[in-house]
């Protein structure tokens, strides 16, 4: 059975440098995003190390074990549909149902924020928008034909 990893933001144990746990406090809210956490004894191969003061005093696994709290952590692979719901939160709805106008600035937000790094994206945000793969190019294209306000 896999050793349980630390909560995001506890103090590393045995450390004589209290700004490593300040360095975890920091991390938390990024790793709660991005469902990571926290893990000091027996990393497993892929865990991220993480180096404070040119030493390795944490690793980070992605992916895997519980959120704080207990919520499970989503696959990374979810990302996409993550950003879809935190643009639906911003502009008050799910994107389909948005006029035309919002729609755009939806695109323009997931451009933003990276979401067409990803594959497939744009028939996925076609797909939440209600709208053709088509058209999400036509609103990116727009948006970056824009000038800057």
Do not use: C
Request: aromatic share 4%.
């Amino acid at each position: 059975m896999a050793e349980r990893a630390t909560p995001l933001a506890a103090p590393v144990e045995g450390s004589p440098d209290p700004s490593e746990a300040l360095l975890v406090a920091a991390l938390g809210p990024l790793l709660e995003r991005v469902g990571g956490e926290v893990v000091r004894s027996r990393p497993q191969p892929g865990d991220v190390p993480v180096e404070w003061a040119g030493r390795v005093v944490l690793h980070v696994r992605m992916g895997q074990g519980a959120r704080s709290g207990g919520e499970p952590v989503a696959d990374l692979s979810d990302g996409l549909s993550r950003l879809i719901e935190d643009v639906e939160g911003e502009l008050g709805g799910p994107l389909s149902v948005l006029p035309r106008a919002e729609k755009q600035q939806a695109v323009r937000l997931l451009e933003e924020r990276g979401a067409f790094e990803m594959r497939r994206s744009a028939e996925t945000v076609a797909e939440a928008l209600g709208v053709t793969r088509f058209t999400v190019y036509n609103y990116l294209h727009r948006n970056r034909d824009e000038p800057a306000t």
